[in-house]
């Protein structure tokens, strides 16, 4: 290359004009020059992406070829981006979160119900909207479907060609290496030979994938990159799967057990229940477990007063053998094959004995209540359907609205609301109805609420409302004879437990881990190739050059060439220069895409 040196004169006329030219030439020399490294970096970075190659068969206008094949590969290539997969995936984030937010039928219709009452203008367009069954919505399915076959159609072609990749093996390397963003050279003393030997020994040591290519050595490494990309793309697709495997197979039911009860694993037995579309009762796990005690300890004092510190249900299970003691603790379930029972609430069940006015007991039992607070004050109704007659032999039935509170604040100190959820002062509100409770007429009914449109309520001798707070072990007297009612000092408590049967938990997990480990590999491992290039120059003596290149710009790549290049120099140790030797201007690294 020629070079141009400024003199300290100035130019004539004619010499400006040359020097102008001389100018024009080396710009149009460099642009020249950037122009063709830009073709020998991507020459020599092809297929260093698993991304499938557009097709360029497009009009002047940006759009697909005319006709309706044309429309529909277009339509398909937009489907199969990467940018719609994720724009996707994250309509379906967004999707998810009114299923958060808004009661879901599957979950709890009674929430569904009670927002329905109270927000009346909001009901009918969530309604419309499929907002109280996302899951199940179409527009959700929509978007989940699409998502699956944009997985699909981007991973299989990103899959063939990276299984050609790795049946292949790394190009050979560029004519100008030193146009490459990487690179070094030195002069040595070895034989080409020797050097070339030296530069695959070395490269094979580094777990490099290498093979000679005329005067070069290529070598490729981090596959691991794409594998981790595909891995991780593959993974979503499981968990999609499972995501659907256990929306379809899935059974989900509650049931209330006082203290002392048990539960068949049985459809009958339960309270409520929900399944998927393709489960069948005869699926469900064939188990038994009985409610020994419930323990609940609470903060005495401090700002967390009330809080639970002991919250466990001891249980006797039986598994088709022999019985076994466990205890179901918050977030530790008891497991049983594929299904799980979840301890979630807790709440009291005072025992209470109603006799007629001939003194004969028509009902005795335990009566659970529902919390409506922290500090579980509760409510509920006393049924009392069959065996009851009033004083003239009439059949009738009874019913007690009833509320408790664990820990009453005494008489003249305010409402009737618990001040702690342990039994430190138990408090019985009752109020006495008669008449029929209309529980054979046909309409299902609330367990924990009375229906007074057929009911009377018992008055006193002054025409007064009957009502009276009770203590254990105190009765309530019903007016005219008609029996009485007797709070007993005996409370229990009971748990409500949540009983689960999913498919697909341990698929779901494994694409999850999965997911991690490929995203991992692909952020943190560069697809990078590395050649090197030993010849012998015009004085005989062995020119080494080594140039790498990696799918995005690292300064993790220089470093690792230089590395290289040094450890290079143990087998082919660089030589000194000659004193009269002619200088050289090859062009530095970084100085050819200028």
Known sequence: MSKTYATGNTPAPDETDETDEAVETDKADRTDKAEKADETARAAGAQLSTAPA?????TATGGPGLGLVGWL??????????????????????GAVPGSLVPQTSADEM??????????????????????????????????????????????????????????????????????????????????????????????????????????????????????NLAFHVALIVMLVAFG????FKSE??????????????????????????????????????????????????????????????????????????????????????????LIAHGYAPVVTVKDGRGKTVFHGAVPLLPIDNNITSTGAIKVMDGYRDKSGKKQQLGFQAFFVPTFAGAGQGTMFSQFPALDFPVMALTGYHGDLRVDSGLPQNVYQLDKSKMTQFTDA????????????????????????????????????????????????AGALAAIAGLTGSLFIQRRRVWV?????????????????????????????ADLAVALTDQAPPTTEPADAPAEDPAPSGEADK
């Open 462 to 509: 002054s025409g007064n409302k009957l009502a009276q707070r009770l203590l254990p072990g105190e009765t309530m007297t019903l007016p005219d004879g008609a029996g009485s009612i007797t709070f007993e000092k005996d409370i229990k408590e009971w748990a409500s437990f949540q009983i689960s049967q999913q498919s697909g938990n341990g698929l779901a997990l």
């Open 54 to 58: 557009e097709d360029r068969e497009e």
């Open 253 to 342: 039911g509650g049931k209330l057990i006082i203290e002392g009860d048990g539960f068949s694993n049985t459809l009958t037995q339960y309270d409520d229940f929900k399944s998927g579309s393709w489960f069948g009762t005869d699926e469900l796990v064939p188990f038994s477990f009985k409610l020994d005690s419930f323990t609940g300890t609470y903060e005495q004092g401090g700002p967390q007063r009330g809080t639970p510190r002991t919250f466990e249900a001891a249980v006797t299970y039986s598994e088709g053998g022999a019985d076994e003691k466990r205890i179901i603790r918050v977030n530790e379930p008891l497991k049983v094959g594929d299904s799980k029972v979840y």
């Open 73 to 94: 590969r277009w339509f398909w290539r937009q489907l199969t981006s990467m940018r719609i997969a994720l724009l996707l995936l994250l309509l379906l984030s967004l």
């Open 245 to 248: 495997w256990g929306v379809l």
């Open 111 to 228: 929430k569904v119900q009670d927002f329905k009452a109270a927000h009346p203008a909001l009901t009918p367009i969530y309604e419309k909207l499929q907002f109280f069954d996302v899951y199940g919505s179409v527009w959700f399915s929509a978007i989940y479907l699409l998502l699956f076959v944009s997985l699909i159609g981007c991973i299989v072609p990103r899959t063939w060609q990276f299984v050609g990749q790795l049946r292949g093996r790394p190009p050979g390397a560029p004519r100008r290496l030193d146009r490459l963003p990487a690179y070094a050279t030195w002069r040595t003393g070895a034989d080409p030979e020797e050097a070339r030997e030296a530069a695959l020994a070395l490269l094979g040591k580094r777990r490099f994938r290498v093979h000679r290519v005329g005067d070069a050595v290529a070598a490729e490494k981090g596959y691991l990159r794409e594998a981790g």
């Open 533 to 561: 290039r030993a010849v012998r120059g015009e004085d005989g003596v062995t020119v080494v050059e080594m140039a790498g290149l990696g799918r995005s710009e690292s300064a993790k790549l220089p470093e690792e060439l």
